[in-house]
């Protein structure tokens, strides 16, 4: 087993370079600044977060019926539908159909389903050529990474290392760092992808019940290629992405793209029906993968409202100044945070702690997740299953001694301060105590409030 | 009619002046107030741990030691979120002494704004002043509109303190970005939580800042920490102490 690298010692590098963490950080509030003004043009901001809110928790809590449902009309429409219990059977429903069609070249638009069941490795390591389209997530995918975020999946790569990376790769220009220069290259690059991917594979944003149909959106027109060019298609969805009614439609379209990156419409919001037609394949993927327990808490279901819009990820202060891939996880920031425990609470059980409880991701989420109370209950549960540090877990036990007898409160109070006061700076700023590796400890008075209190008010 | 003051554990060890600051305050402007002896923290370190089972007596010391207040007044947003917010986890919900102390404790701005509707302050603070807003004053408690949230708020520390003379207002680029605090936070991410104070003690210097003000001194006592390490040139104030007319440098 992988050895489990906790949030803090993952994101050390990333957050210790100034200039790299600065310009993560500057580029992501950016991009939050512009959801703020996109979000603030709509007077009915809250009330369409508040009505998505509604029609997730009865989607969720009707979900088999829905499931049903949509598995009925786009059969009806000519789709093929196959359901998939976790990660691995989703990949081999995958490699199936493509071994069906003798397929050995994929073209595949940006899907983090697909990331969460790790398919380009299982591809790969059975033959199959697999070219990611979406620009940031072929940038990773050359480079040998993972996405670091859910709709910016190359916001950590700086455009003279994507230079650097398209120079080894795609033969550009050593030292070429122009945006408009690296972005045609790309281009001419994925055309020739295009044109001789056997099979297109897309996410789904939004799926739904009513209509059987289905809705990819993205804002290279790349989902639209990887299906327009190949005769099938494989559209992989997490059976949350589910919507009763075609009119419930607009209310997601209208916040996902304020809420990811700030413009008013996705670039591309394409429709499928049913293949396009006879000689055409449609195949959904319908993907559990723990879904359905996350289902089952009480405390969590409402996370299976994410429409993965990653606004949680470039409000969130640690998300911005440690970088997706401290979260060692498919979904980073504090989506993923929840998310990831439910999964495995072991390897991930440091995530619901990177973070500071600002709440702003609450505040900023299209579909009212209460993402940040939501964390505090997984560390609740995560001492409850005895995952916390002992010398933590110890702390705190003594903490409590403390705080429920307040002649020893005062006692521990008197001695810790008069400590601070009479010590040398030496024994008290040192690399062990942690607090002072980079902040000095405040001063310490000589009177508490309460001496004060007893001298100055007590008669 | 009689409210009892809140101290929080740190404030009462390291802060003395904020609480004087509050308390006389108050007391200036006619409320009746009492400090209960043996008051010591409201629990949110071990709750913000997951700790739950060390929370609980904690909590309810708490409780029985203001249940029989008309109010309780705390200068701390994050501890009083503590109390009105998740205290529901140590509690039968239909615990009248709970139910008392929770509806009935207020931050010191939310107070002096709602139940005393302070509007006159005959206080001067003639210098240039940032305001630092808490994340559970802003996001827990509603002190004022968190820059994501579309609905209209308005800002009851900043009312309160356009009462007093002479301010000077200093808006830096991010209103409301967290300090990096977050209690324990601070010494398990170490690394991350000081960049974030340095970026927002960046931001407010940048903007030709004399005073950062803030009412929660939890937020300060870690930015101070920032600042004095790297030698600033900005100082921290509590909002009690500018409301009740300290001099600069009072913290």
Redesign the interface.
């Known amino acids: 087993m992988l050895p489990i690298i906790q949030h803090p010692a993952a994101a050390k590098e990333f957050v210790n370079d100034p200039n790299r963490s600065r310009w993560h950080d500057q580029a992501l509030w950016f991009v939050r600044s512009k959801r703020d003004k996109q979000a603030a043009s709509l007077p009915e901001w809250e009330y369409l977060r508040e009505t998505a809110s509604g029609i997730k928790t009865h989607t969720i809590a009707n979900l088999s019926h829905y499931l049903q449902e949509f598995e009925r009309n786009a059969t009806a429409r000519g789709a093929i539908v196959h359901w998939a219990r976790d990660a691995e059977h989703h990949n081999e429903i995958v490699l199936r159909i493509l071994q069906d069609h003798k397929t050995h070249r994929i073209v595949k638009s940006k899907s983090m389903l697909t990331e969460e069941c790790g398919l380009n490795h299982y591809l790969e390591d059975n033959g199959i050529d697999v070219v990611d389209t979406d620009l940031g997530e072929r940038i990773v995918q050359l480079r040998g990474e993972t996405p670091s975020h859910i709709v910016l999946p190359a916001i950590h790569i700086k455009k003279e290392e994507v230079g650097d990376t398209f120079h080894t790769h795609l033969g550009t220009d050593e030292g070429a760092s122009d945006p408009k220069y690296l972005a045609e290259a790309a281009r001419g690059h994925l055309r020739d992808k295009f044109l001789a991917g056997e099979i297109g594979i897309t996410g789904v944003n939004f799926a739904i019940a009513e209509t059987g149909g289905l809705v990819v959106c993205t804002n290279e027109g790349n989902a639209d290629l990887g299906t327009s060019l190949p005769r099938v298609h494989i559209a992989c969805m997490g059976i949350e992405k589910l919507l009763p009614r075609q009119r419930d439609l607009g209310v997601f379209t209208r916040l996902l793209a304020r809420s990811a990156t700030g413009q008013p419409i996705t670039s591309y919001t394409s429709h499928f029906n049913g293949p396009r037609d006879e000689n055409s394949e449609l195949h959904i993927v319908l993907v559990d993968n723990g879904r359905s327990r996350l289902r089952e808490s009480e405390t969590f279901r409402a996370a299976m409202h994410c429409i993965r819009c990653g606004a949680c990820m470039n409000t969130c202060p640690v998300y911005r100044r440690s970088g997706g891939h401290s979260y060692r996880a498919t979904v980073p920031g504090p989506i993923g945070s929840v998310l990831s425990p439910t999964r495995d609470q072991n390897s991930y059980k440091s995530l619901p702690y990177a973070c500071s409880l600002c709440g702003s991701c609450s505040d900023v989420c299209p579909v009212k997740i209460p993402l940040h109370h939501q964390l505090l209950a997984w560390r609740g549960e995560l001492v409850g299953k005895k995952l916390l540090p002992v010398s933590k877990r110890l702390a705190m036990r003594f903490a409590s001694y403390l705080f429920r007898f307040p002649a020893l409160f005062r006692m521990v109070g008197k001695v810790g301060r008069f400590t601070l006061r009479v010590l040398p700076r030496w024994a008290t700023h040192h690399r062990l105590n942690t607090w002072t590796i980079a902040r000095e400890l405040p001063e310490a008075p000589k009177e508490t409030f309460r001496d004060w209190h007893r001298r100055h008010r007590d008669h | 009619m009689t409210v009892a003051l809140f ?1 929080p ?1 740190y ?7 904020v ?2 600051a509050t ?1 006389e305050l108050l007391e200036r402007l006619g409320v009746d107030v009492a ?1 209960p ?5 409201c ?1 949110q ?8 089972a ?2 609980a ?2 909590a309810r ?1 708490l409780v029985d030691l203001f249940a029989d207040f008309e109010a309780v007044v705390c200068p701390s947003g994050s501890c009083v979120s503590m109390v009105r917010n ?1 205290y529901g986890a140590y509690f039968d919900a239909d615990d009248a002494r709970f139910q008392h102390v929770t509806s009935k404790t207020y931050e010191l701005c939310e107070y002096l704004h709602d139940v005393v509707a302070v509007t006159h302050l005959d206080v001067k603070f003639p210098h240039r002043v940032s305001l630092h807003q808490s ?2 004053g ?3 408690l509603r002190l004022g509109q ?6 209209p708020r308005e800002n009851k520390v900043r009312k309160l303190l356009n009462l007093v003379e002479g301010i000077e207002w200093v808006e830096p680029d ?1 209103p ?3 300090c ?18 340095r ?1 927002r003690i960046a931001d407010h210097c940048g903007k030709g800042s004399e005073v950062l003000a803030s009412a929660d001194m939890s937020c300060l ?2 930015l ?3 600042i ?2 790297e030698k600033n040139p900005i100082q921290v104030m509590h909002v009690a102490q500018i409301l009740s007319g300290r001099p600069l440098g009072a913290t």
């Open positions: 101290v554990c404030i009462d060890q390291l802060y003395p002046d609480a004087i308390l400090y002896d043996g008051q010591t923290c629990g370190p071990m709750a913000n741990t997951g700790c739950e060390d929370t007596p904690v010391r998740h994340c559970h802003l996001r827990e968190s820059s994501e949230s579309m609905t991010r409301d970005d967290c990096g605090f977050g209690g324990t936070f601070a010494v398990n991410e170490a690394d991350v939580s000081a960049e974030m104070g970026a006592m870690h101070q920490g920032l004095r390490r």
